[in-house]
């Protein structure tokens, strides 16, 4: 890092998907409050903030915006969150409809915001196989596609969580730190134009006679 560029100290994460899929849930897992069967939908977003420490030893507070899944409140939200760094798509294994919405995510996504790192996350995957309505392999199939890291999560156990929240916080901080690196170079790149320039000669005035 040069002495000119500022230290990243937090990095932003987006929760979306439909309501009750279990995004406050996760975010309360990650903060390690107790799990409450049944919680209330968000209204609106809400914000949460942990300190964690990155792959190179780092620490940084990872804030997380858990946004409502009801479209009525998602366009006060978008503007709010504008600026995240990365976003947590959060689906229902249990329930189809969830996972084929993510697509709709993706879409609101790619029109409001400026190419975020993204993460696939299905919650519930404590409930028993028998009740899931999507196979694994047909999520992990989809996660490829559209290039999203993909965690089984649950609420209720804390599974996936902290890996998921760490994968998506260090792939987030690569990416900050890589375009502070670009814009250095570019403003290198100028100055050594800016030098390379030759000196315009001063014309001498003529001496009218």
């Known amino acids: ?32 409050v107790d799990f409450i069967l049944g919680g209330t939908s968000t209204i609106g977003i809400d914000r949460y903030d942990k300190k964690i420490k990155l792959k190179n030893k780092k620490e940084i507070k990872l804030i997380l915006w ?31 409809k969830s996972f084929d919405n993510v697509n709709i995510w993706l879409n609101e996504i790619k029109e409001n915001f400026d190419n975020p790192c993204l ?11 028998e009740k899931w ?18 965690f089984e999560t649950s609420a209720k156990t804390r599974k996936g969580i902290d890996e998921g929240f760490s ?30 320039e030759p000196k315009k000669k001063k014309q001498k005035k003529r001496q009218s006679c």
């Open 1 to 32: 890092m040069s002495e000119n560029q500022i230290e990243t100290k937090a990095v932003k994460v987006a929760l979306m998907g439909d309501s009750e899929v279990g995004k406050t849930a996760i975010c309360h897992a990650f903060l390690e």
């Open 133 to 150: 309505e999507i196979t694994t392999e047909e999520i992990e199939q989809f996660a490829k596609k559209k290039n999203m890291a993909y």
């Open 66 to 96: 858990d946004t409502a899944g009801q479209e009525r409140y998602r366009s006060a939200a978008f503007k709010t969150i504008r600026s995240v760094h990365a976003i947590a798509l959060v689906f229902d294994v249990t329930k189809r």
């Open 167 to 196: 994968h998506i916080a260090n792939v987030a901080y690569e990416k900050i730190e890589a375009s502070k690196r670009n814009v250095e170079e570019e403003e290198e790149e100028k100055k050594i134009e800016i030098k390379k």
């Open 119 to 129: 993460i696939l996350l299905g919650n519930k995957s404590d409930i028993e196989k």
